[in-house]
C-alpha cells in the first residue's frame, strides 16, 4: 500500500504461500468467494501477472524463468476463457476473425482456405451455426458469444484452460449447456482444466479435485466428493451452506442428464 512521499508501507498479498498440483486430463476446480485471490492465482499460472516470487511448474519447465519470447510459444498450448464473453471479444470484429486472430499471431496457417475451413469447424463443435462466421459479437446472445469465446481458446490445439468464472455470468439454463460443452470438449481433445467459480455446486459438478480458497491462501484441497460432502474446515462448510437449493437440484439434474447422454452412446 502506498505511504507518504510515494513509498510503499507494505504490500497486500492477493495470493500468498498457495502450493498444488494438476494432472493430466483432470478439472481442477478453485473455489472462494469474491476477492479471495482465484481470479489473481489463475492469471499468474498463465504469466499474464507476474508473481513476486514463487514458481510455476508446466510440462518441467519453469514458466517464471522463461523470456517473453518463450512465454508467447508456450501460451499455445495454455489459454483462458474468462468470465464476461462481451468484453472478452473485439466488438468490431466479426466472431471469425476473432477465433482466427490467434492462429495468426502464431502463424499455425498461413493460408486462408485452411483457416476459414479451422474457423468453422471450431463453431460448428461448440454448437454455433459456421455461416455466422462474419457476423459480430452484439449479434449474439451471452451464451452463443461464450461459446465463441471456447472456440478461440480451442483454436491453437491446447493442453490446458483456465477457465475463470466462465458461466457465472449466463443465465441458469445456458449456464448447463456450456457446462456440458466444456466437459464433452474435455473428453474429445484430452484437456486439462483449471475450473474457477464462486459456486461450489457448480465447480463440484466440473471438478475431479477442488481447492477452496480463503483471503490468498489455502484453506482445503481433496476429491470433489469429499470436499463436498466432509469438509474439514468451517470456511467450506460456509460455502456449501450458501449454496441454494435450486443450484443443488440444477447440478443433480444436469449429472442425471449426462449419464443418460453417456448410456445412450
Known amino acids: 500500500?502506498?505511504?507518504?512521499?510515494?513509498?510503499v508501507e507494505r504490500y497486500v498479498m492477493a495470493v500468498n504461500d498457495v502450493s498444488f498440483r494438476?494432472?493430466?486430463?483432470?478439472?481442477?476446480?478453485?473455489?472462494?468467494?469474491?476477492?479471495?485471490?482465484?481470479?489473481t492465482l489463475g492469471r499468474s499460472l498463465l504469466q499474464l501477472i507476474k508473481p513476486m516470487s514463487g514458481r510455476v511448474w508446466f510440462e518441467g519447465r519453469d514458466l517464471t524463468r522463461l523470456n517473453s519470447w518463450q512465454i508467447r510459444k508456450r501460451r499455445?498450448?495454455?489459454?483462458?476463457?474468462?468470465?464476461?464473453?462481451?468484453?472478452?471479444?473485439?466488438?468490431?470484429?466479426?466472431?471469425?476473425?476473432?477465433?482466427?486472430?490467434?492462429?495468426k499471431i502464431h502463424g499455425v496457417m498461413r493460408r486462408k482456405r485452411n483457416l476459414k475451413e479451422r474457423v468453422e469447424y471450431l463453431l460448428e463443435r461448440v454448437g454455433l451455426d459456421p455461416a455466422a462466421i462474419n457476423r459480430f459479437p452484439h449479434e449474439f446472445s451471452g451464451g452463443q458469444r461464450?461459446?465463441?469465446?471456447i472456440a478461440r481458446a480451442l483454436a491453437l490445439s491446447p493442453k490446458f484452460i483456465i477457465c475463470d468464472?466462465?458461466?457465472?455470468?449466463?443465465?441458469?439454463?445456458?449456464q448447463a449447456q456450456?457446462?456440458?460443452?466444456?466437459?464433452?470438449?474435455?473428453?474429445?481433445?484430452?484437456?486439462?482444466?483449471?475450473f474457477i467459480s464462486h459456486d461450489l455446486g457448480v465447480v463440484k459438478f466440473m471438478s475431479d479435485r477442488i481447492m477452496?480458497?480463503?483471503?490468498?491462501?489455502?484453506?482445503?484441497?481433496?476429491?470433489?466428493?469429499?470436499?463436498?460432502?466432509?469438509?474439514?474446515?468451517?470456511?467450506t462448510q460456509q460455502l456449501i451452506s450458501a449454496?441454494?437449493?435450486?443450484?443443488?437440484?440444477?447440478?443433480?439434474?444436469?449429472?442425471?442428464?449426462?449419464?443418460r447422454q453417456k448410456a445412450l452412446l
Request: charged share 25%; proline share 6%; net charge negative.
Open 146 to 149: 461464450q461459446r465463441v469465446c
Open 165 to 174: 468464472e466462465s458461466v457465472s455470468a449466463l443465465d441458469v439454463s445456458v
Open 1 to 7: 500500500m502506498p505511504g507518504g512521499f510515494g513509498r
Open 22 to 39: 494438476v494432472y493430466k486430463g483432470e478439472t481442477f476446480g478453485l473455489v472462494g468467494e469474491s476477492g479471495c485471490g482465484k481470479t
Open 76 to 103: 499455445r498450448e495454455m489459454q483462458i476463457i474468462f468470465q464476461d464473453p462481451y468484453s472478452s471479444l473485439n466488438p468490431r470484429m466479426s466472431i471469425g476473425a476473432a477465433i482466427a486472430e490467434p492462429l
Open 212 to 235: 477452496v480458497m480463503n483471503q490468498g491462501k489455502v484453506e482445503e484441497i481433496g476429491p470433489a466428493e469429499d470436499i463436498y460432502q466432509r469438509p474439514r474446515r468451517e470456511y
Open 178 to 194: 456450456v457446462l456440458n460443452l466444456l466437459k464433452e470438449l474435455q473428453e474429445e481433445f484430452k484437456l486439462t482444466y483449471i
Open 243 to 259: 449454496i441454494p437449493e435450486g443450484t443443488l437440484a440444477r447440478i443433480q439434474s444436469l449429472q442425471l442428464e449426462r449419464e
